[in-house]
């Protein structure tokens, strides 16, 4: 049985994606609105993430750790500042990722719709 779109977890939800392969990118924004997401970006650079950020209200946020040779953390710092829930999406090993955010939710490239569905719904369900 398929869920009605407004049973679906990311339903009204505004989900910032920031990823720098293309084809990548293409696949995130596909699945989050298969899952009823409204997809803000995909941005490829922490300052395309940073101005969508500043003029958009965002719910959840899937980040790429390395985008063109920067990092994404501090698009993290901004989104925990804002108590804005996220995860990376990266093929990178966890040590990579600094002490910091190593607690944060990170699903490996290719994210699988029900790892997302999953995920969303245990970060998103209560919100």
């Known amino acids: 049985m398929t869920a009605s779109p407004e049973d679906a977890p990311l339903h009204g939800r505004k989900v910032l994606v920031v990823e720098d392969q293309y084809l990548i ?7 989050v609105m298969a899952l009823g997401g409204e997809v803000l970006g995909p ?9 969508l950020l500043e003029r958009s209200d ?7 750790v390395n985008l063109r040779g920067e990092t994404a953390f501090p698009v ?3 989104l925990d500042r804002r108590g804005v829930p996220f995860a990376f999406a990266t093929g990178y090993e966890p040590w990579v990722i600094p002490p ?16 997302l569905q999953e995920l969303a719904a245990q970060l998103l369900g209560g919100r």
Do not use: I
């Open 100 to 115: 910091v955010y190593r607690e944060r939710p990170r699903l490996e490239k290719p994210v699988s719709r029900a790892k």
């Open 43 to 51: 941005c490829a650079t922490v300052a395309d993430a940073m101005t």
């Open 58 to 64: 965002v719910d959840f946020a899937l980040l790429d």
């Open 25 to 31: 990118a293409a696949e995130l924004r596909h699945t």
């Open 76 to 78: 993290a710092a901004a």
